[in-house]
T-cell receptor, first 114, second 114 residues
Framework: DVKVTQSSRYLVKRTGEKVFLECVQDMDHENMFWYRQDPGLGLRLIYFSYDVKMKEKGDIPEGYSVSREKKERFSLILESASTNQTSMYLC?????????????FGQGTRLTVV | AQTVTQSQPEMSVQEAETVTLSCTYDTSESDYYLFWYKQPPSRQMILVIRQEAYKQQNATENRFSVNFQKAAKSFSLKISDSQLGDAAMYFCALEDQGAQKLVFGQGTRLTINP
């Protein structure tokens, strides 16, 4: 059973804290993505990576950074959490170079910044 | 820029009936893929169906089918014989083939009435 696993289902953090969201996939996928999901806005891409130590900005990278030290792990970092970063965060992975390939998603992390 | 628009925030249907979810998109690419993803309550997002733009025939997967109108840039999802397990958020998505990242619509919440 293929899996994308996010380290936390729910997180509550204080304003100004540094927050780490972890994502691990066991499918040997090259592509990994971090999306933010908000009501009425759908999913918006924060960052993506198609190889170890590679990263590309998505549509809303401000206030976020990422790390990919190993192929299976992609971390999203909120350097200084703010209340407007309260949201659902989804990690996904897919095969590189296969147009139309299915993306596999984690269960999501609901982050609340107070 | 590529965009995807879902104009129906919520839809409801009686069990065993048929429902159609709408999606329009914009892209300058000539070949691309379109997807419908399903996000059940508190569960992971999964692929429902996909369509390659070059293929004239509409994709079908059991009770799920699409109506792909390339000239109109429309990609609707039809669910036949609706079941209680179909209740979910449904997202339409367009693949940016260059980076294999997905552009999502705002989502449609589907309720199935018993």
């Amino acid at each position: 059973d293929v899996k994308v696993t996010q380290s936390s289902r729910y997180l509550v953090k204080r304003t100004g804290e540094k927050v780490f969201l972890e994502c691990v996939q066991d499918m040997d996928h090259e592509n990994m993505f971090w999306y933010r999901q908000d009501p009425g806005l759908g999913l918006r891409l924060i960052y993506f990576s198609y190889d170890v130590k590679m990263k590309e900005k998505g549509d809303i990278p401000e206030g976020y950074s990422v790390s990919r030290e190993k192929k299976e792990r992609f971390s999203l970092i909120l350097e200084s959490a703010s209340t407007n970063q309260t949201s659902m965060y989804l990690c996904a992975s897919s095969l590189l170079g296969v147009p139309g390939t299915e993306a596999f998603f984690g269960q999501g992390t609901r982050l609340t910044v107070v | 820029a590529q965009t995807v628009t879902q104009s129906q925030p919520e839809m409801s249907v009686q069990e065993a009936e048929t429902v159609t979810l709408s999606c329009t998109y914009d892209t300058s690419e000539s070949d691309y893929y379109l997807f419908w993803y399903k996000q059940p309550p508190s569960r992971q997002m999964i692929l429902v169906i996909r369509q390659e733009a070059y293929k004239q025939q509409n994709a079908t997967e059991n009770r799920f089918s699409v109506n792909f109108q390339k000239a109109a840039k429309s990609f609707s999802l039809k669910i036949s014989d609706s079941q209680l397990g179909d209740a979910a958020m449904y997202f339409c998505a367009l693949e940016d083939q260059g980076a294999q990242k997905l552009v999502f619509g705002q989502g449609t919440r589907l309720t199935i009435n018993p």
